[in-house]
């Protein structure tokens, strides 16, 4: 039998502000925040063999030898964030955002990285030229570009580590410890990079029972963290990870979503129903591995 305790710890710090301005057909609106986060966990295990009776679980009641291992695993990311956004007549919509991050998993000399993103929007349906079109409800057109950072990586992959284990000879009457020798890492490690470039539109129809909206997209994944070159069976160690490939996606997507209600037995009753369909197919653009 064994025991499991896990112990975690995990700490957050938002700090945030907004402001909006309106003036005349101008709106201008911002955030500006801080975020912190600080996670450890530690895992203790004790094993035991032999039990004297299973309906009394206890490891008091064991003839077993008993062993004891522990594990503990850490991140912490801090960053500042802000958007700006500008609409002009309800018609004509601009935003930028922007974020400093740092995350604790890789080194301190590649720990922050700046990642930023824009938008434009045109509600057509506020233009005069469309008054006339009274089944409309909404036709806006839209095209962003954003980067986001990836930090979903071992808490500790960038430090070489050693690890423990018993030694298959005796000495005296105990198995000595050893210890093997230690991993490779790459300096090529940080942050990896997705940037995303969308055109899209949405149309609401007859009161906006009926809305859609169609996105076509091209996605890349930069600086992937994966197994780089291959290196010389005589090293003797396994390949590191590192910032070795990148990947480009592209698709569209199409969404159409029907909604109303009407009466049944006396009472409202609403529903609704939608449709979607998608398309996408991915490349790896960069890889060194001949």
């Not at 295990?45 to 594990?71: F, H, W, Y």
């Amino acid at each position: 039998m064994y025991r499991n305790r896990t112990t975690y710890n995990y700490h957050i710090l938002n700090l945030y502000s907004n402001f909006l301005y309106d003036y005349g057909d101008h709106r201008f609106s911002s955030v500006a925040g801080f975020n912190q986060e600080v996670n450890d966990q530690y895992q203790i295990v004790t094993r035991v063999g032999n039990m004297i009776s299973s309906e009394l679980p206890s490891l008091s009641l064991a003839l077993g030898d008993p062993s004891v291992s522990d594990q503990y695993g850490a991140w912490a990311v801090r960053g500042v964030l802000g958007r700006l956004n500008y609409i002009f007549k309800d018609r004509y919509i601009l935003e930028f955002n922007g974020r400093y991050d740092g995350s604790t998993r890789f080194p301190a000399a590649d720990r922050y990285g700046f990642f930023p993103s824009a938008s434009i929007a045109w509600r057509m349906d506020q233009e005069r030229f469309m008054d006339s079109l009274d089944w409309l409800d909404m036709l806006k057109l839209r095209a962003s570009y954003g980067s986001l950072g990836n930090q979903s990586v071992n808490d500790f992959g960038y430090i070489s580590t050693m690890n423990t284990f018993l030694l298959n000879y005796i000495v005296g009457d105990t198995r000595p410890l050893g210890i093997s020798t230690p991993g490779l890492v790459s300096p090529n490690y940080s942050w990896e990079e997705v940037a995303t470039l969308n055109l899209g539109v949405d149309v609401d129809l007859f009161k906006s029972r009926l809305t859609t909206a169609f996105d076509i997209y091209t996605r890349e994944t930069k600086n992937m963290l994966t197994l780089g070159r291959e290196l010389p069976a005589v090293l003797g160690a396994a390949e590191p990870r590192e910032n070795a490939a990148d990947l480009k996606t592209k698709g569209w997507e199409l969404s159409l979503h029907y909604r109303d209600y009407t009466e049944f037995l006396g009472s409202p009753l609403s529903y609704g129903l939608r449709f979607t369909l998608a398309d996408s197919r991915s490349f790896i653009t960069r890889f060194d591995n001949p």
